[in-house]
């Protein structure tokens, strides 16, 4: 089955993705750090179609930016979580800029770990500020292992020709920039969506739904669902494909509770997802979705602590994950719909 439609332009990639999702996960699983399911799951677009290696320039931007994210999440826990208006005011002003600002280095992904830290720490803060302090070291020992893993990738498995060809084309592609008012509307939306999500954790602490802020952050980057139901459609149809592959994993796992097999586990579904990831299907997007979100709950799962009701935690995580699907698939939805016709 895995090997049905493979050709020498996709082997490669499909074997890159599939071991270098394996990889993440064994350092990520086999040191269990705080947060450390991240890692996985927010590496991924570096193997992912369109991904490349980042030189030592990004690398180094890339470690040094999710430090000051960090930073940023720990003084305004510190300074400003007793005071909540002045805390949500510069919160709001913090996302719309994320949001806006454009420029090659400050990328999608590295808005990612800037929106993780500052939704994810000072709520955090609330219940502890050593934790909170622990989270942002995390955070960024997790970017340094997202970099030096990608490295590591890339040198046992580099580009070949063709690929370095076809991303030579797609850079080469004029791109549509966006004008100053689109940008600010696109920023205003994304952030009107996101902040009732982050106050429902600010005034409700809910500690076991974390997991729905991280997943928030990543959602909040693909706004262009909002745009078209079918997209809006197509994310919930590939998050609930994962949730359902990690159940279906989890309950193996449990026959077999070793490290070994989870590395195993992960590996064969890099290679069976990897093949339609890499395909000309349309769906290819869907499974790349439906990939990340295996993986973010497989890993959320296996590398927490405590014990008892882990299948409820598959399930409990499974449900995080398509609530904050649907509410953003709805929200975009509804304020694009509101918005004047031109």
Same mark, same amino acid.
């Given at each position: 089955?895995?090997?049905?439609?493979?050709?020498?332009?996709?082997?490669? *990639?499909?074997?890159?993705?599939?071991?270098?999702?394996? !990889?993440?996960?064994? @350092?990520?699983?086999?040191?269990?750090?705080?947060?450390?399911?991240?890692?996985?799951? !927010?590496?991924?677009?570096?193997?992912? #179609?369109?991904?490349? *290696?980042?030189?030592?320039?990004?690398?180094?931007?890339?470690?040094?930016?999710?430090?000051?994210?960090?930073?940023?999440?720990?003084?305004?826990?510190?300074?400003?979580?007793?005071?909540? #208006?002045?805390?949500?005011?510069?919160?709001?002003? /913090?996302?719309?800029?994320?949001?806006?600002?454009?420029?090659?280095?400050?990328?999608?992904?590295?808005?990612?770990?800037?929106?993780?830290? %500052?939704? !994810? %720490?000072?709520?955090?803060?609330?219940?502890?500020?050593? !934790?909170?302090?622990?989270?942002?070291?995390?955070? &960024?020992?997790?970017?340094?292992?997202?970099?030096?893993?990608?490295?590591?990738?890339?040198?046992?498995?580099? +580009?070949?020709?063709? +690929?370095?060809?076809?991303?030579?084309?797609?850079?080469?592609?004029?791109?549509?920039? *966006?004008? &100053?008012?689109?940008?600010?509307?696109?920023?205003?939306?994304?952030?009107? &969506?996101?902040?009732? @999500?982050?106050?429902?954790?600010?005034?409700?602490?809910?500690?076991?739904?974390?997991?729905?802020?991280?997943?928030?952050?990543? /959602?909040?980057?693909?706004?262009?669902?909002?745009?078209?139901?079918?997209? $809006?459609?197509?994310?919930?149809?590939?998050?609930?494909?994962? $949730?359902?592959?990690? @159940? =279906?994993?989890?309950?193996?796992?449990?026959?077999?509770?070793?490290?070994?097999?989870?590395?195993? =586990?992960?590996?064969?579904?890099?290679? &069976?997802?990897?093949?339609?990831?890499?395909?000309?299907?349309?769906?290819?997007?869907?499974?790349?979705?439906?990939?990340?979100?295996?993986?973010?709950?497989?890993?959320?799962?296996?590398?927490?602590?405590?014990?008892?009701?882990?299948?409820?935690?598959?399930?409990?995580?499974?449900?995080?994950?398509? %609530?904050?699907?649907?509410?953003?698939?709805?929200?975009?939805?509804?304020?694009?719909?509101?918005?004047?016709?031109?």
């Amino acid at each position: 089955m895995i090997a049905a439609n493979l050709t020498t332009n996709n082997f490669r *990639p499909i074997v890159r993705y599939a071991a270098g999702a394996t !990889l993440m996960v064994a @350092v990520a699983m086999g040191f269990n750090w705080t947060l450390s399911f991240l890692l996985p799951v !927010l590496s991924l677009s570096f193997i992912a #179609p369109g991904g490349k *290696p980042p030189d030592i320039k990004g690398g180094l931007f890339f470690v040094g930016s999710c430090a000051v994210a960090c930073f940023l999440g720990v003084t305004l826990a510190y300074s400003f979580l007793s005071m909540p #208006p002045i805390h949500i005011l510069i919160t709001f002003i /913090l996302l719309f800029h994320i949001f806006y600002t454009r420029n090659p280095l400050f990328n999608p992904l590295v808005k990612v770990w800037f929106l993780i830290a %500052i939704l !994810l %720490i000072p709520n955090l803060a609330i219940q502890s500020f050593a !934790l909170a302090k622990i989270i942002a070291i995390s955070l &960024v020992v997790t970017a340094a292992c997202t970099i030096l893993l990608i490295w590591v990738i890339y040198l046992l498995a580099p +580009e070949n020709k063709m +690929e370095s060809q076809e991303a030579q084309k797609s850079d080469s592609k004029p791109k549509t920039e *966006p004008t &100053v008012k689109e940008r600010f509307t696109t920023a205003l939306t994304s952030t009107v &969506v996101i902040m009732p @999500v982050y106050l429902v954790f600010y005034f409700a602490t809910i500690p076991n739904a974390l997991l729905i802020l991280v997943f928030v952050a990543i /959602l909040s980057m693909q706004p262009a669902f909002a745009k078209d139901w079918k997209v $809006g459609k197509a994310l919930i149809i590939g998050n609930t494909l994962g $949730g359902l592959a990690a @159940v =279906l994993g989890y309950e193996i796992l449990t026959m077999v509770p070793e490290y070994s097999y989870l590395i195993v =586990l992960v590996l064969f579904g890099g290679l &069976v997802f990897g093949k339609y990831v890499f395909s000309e299907s349309p769906l290819a997007a869907v499974y790349g979705m439906a990939f990340s979100t295996f993986l973010l709950i497989i890993c959320s799962v296996t590398g927490s602590d405590g014990d008892g009701g882990a299948v409820s935690k598959v399930w409990s995580r499974v449900i995080q994950i398509m %609530i904050a699907v649907i509410y953003f698939v709805t929200a975009f939805g509804l304020i694009e719909k509101l918005k004047p016709s031109r």
